[in-house]
């Protein structure tokens, strides 16, 4: 690796970084996803300090090159990331679905609570639609 690669990958890591921990301290990232990011940027500035590990780990895998080693793990990130997230929105939309229960249990025993002789105020949809 070059040093004008090298140097742009060390920029690149510590910019994820830096990146992450600003976004957490402003809170527009939760501390519990960025924790697989944070591993990233640390993990490509561990690869680029210690090429000799990338080396090993292309050999132990049996991959050609390096960069298909590079390849292999950037997948394998990715699916994670995608794991992570899928089970978060599995578990919102049951935490969704219940609370569209709890409403309309709310909501119906408003309306049985009201005298017969009462107007019934005409109520607003709810936002975003019918809930399923």
Known sequence: MT???KFFALL?????FTLIL?????RRLREEYSWLWLAAGFGLI???LWRGMLEALTHLIGAVLPTTTLFIISILF???INIHFSTKISALTDQVRILAQQLALLREE???AREPGEAAE????AP???LS
């Open 110 to 112: 408003q309306q049985s």
């Open 22 to 26: 600003s976004l957490v301290y402003r």
């Open 3 to 5: 040093p004008h690669q």
């Open 78 to 80: 990715l699916v994670l």
């Open 12 to 16: 690149a890591g510590a910019s994820l």
């Open 122 to 125: 005409e109520e607003p949809p």
């Open 128 to 130: 975003g639609g019918a």
């Open 46 to 48: 561990v690869v680029v």
